[in-house]
């Protein structure tokens, strides 16, 4: 069965700073893309940035590029969401997705939470 | 660069058919077939219910089914059931801006 399960979300001061995690399991990781994806809550989903197998091509939204950081660690199965520079619009749940196909996400974590707020 | 366009809400009764609209651009939807919709319940994290258009993951209800025309998706339902309600987002590759994938704002179905 695959799982994705994130860790690392929190309240966080505007202009902090998180690193969010996500243990994969059930699949062979190092098979696939991944992605990041946000919702703020009572919105649609928003996606943040995504990676591909050998950490060779990353992409990001306009508005997380030079903030955060995307990475992998394919022997430990884990993707991870480096994330400087905190903004109150950064709030919301950040999901980690398994990318099957252009711009689709077969699987979801269940997400976890960050609160940017003074 | 704005998310694709979803109504608000729809409802329908049980065993009814019901169509959800996703409108977006030739840079999005009119010009790729990597269109999906997910289905959201309360709490829970969104579930893959339709990709490239048309095709259903293994497990999802034949009940479902895409369509596209020109710049619009569309995600039908069949025989309604009340275990349908919840929230449906599309989505669609697009090469606008940096933008990998957008989203919709999503349609709230509510089964009377």
């Known amino acids: 069965e695959v799982q994705l399960v994130e860790s690392g979300g929190g309240l966080v001061q505007p202009g902090g700073s998180l690193r969010l995690s996500c243990a994969a399991s059930?699949?062979?990781?190092?098979?696939?893309?991944m992605s990041w994806v946000r919702q703020a809550p009572g919105k649609g989903p928003e996606w943040v940035a995504y990676?591909?197998?050998?950490?060779?091509?990353?992409s990001y939204v306009d508005s997380v590029r030079g903030r955060f950081t995307i990475s992998r660690d394919n022997a430990k199965n884990s993707l991870y969401l480096q994330m400087n520079s905190l903004r109150a619009e950064d709030t919301g749940l950040y999901y980690c997705?398994?990318?099957?196909?252009?711009?689709?996400?077969?699987?979801w974590g269940q997400g976890t939470l960050i609160t940017v707020s003074s | 660069q704005s998310a694709l366009t979803q109504p608000a809400s729809v409802s329908g009764s049980p065993g009814q058919s019901i169509t959800f609209s996703c409108t977006g651009t030739?840079?999005?939807?009119?010009?790729?077939?990597?269109v999906s919709w997910y289905q959201q319940h309360p709490g829970k994290a969104p579930k893959l219910i339709i990709y490239e258009v048309t095709n259903r993951p293994s497990g999802v209800s034949n009940r479902f089914s895409g369509s596209k025309s020109g710049n619009t998706a569309s995600l039908t339902i069949s025989g309604l059931q009340a275990e349908d309600e919840a929230d449906y987002y599309c989505?669609?590759?697009?090469?606008?801006?940096?933008?990998?994938?957008?989203f919709g704002g999503g349609t709230k179905l509510t089964v009377l």
């Open positions: 989505s669609s590759y697009t090469t606008s801006s940096s933008l990998d994938r957008l």
């Open positions: 997705v398994r990318d099957s196909k252009a711009a689709t996400s077969d699987y």
């Open positions: 030739n840079s999005d939807v009119g010009s790729y077939n990597f």
């Open positions: 990676i591909n197998q050998d950490e060779s091509k990353k």
């Open positions: 059930g699949f062979i990781f190092s098979d696939y893309w």
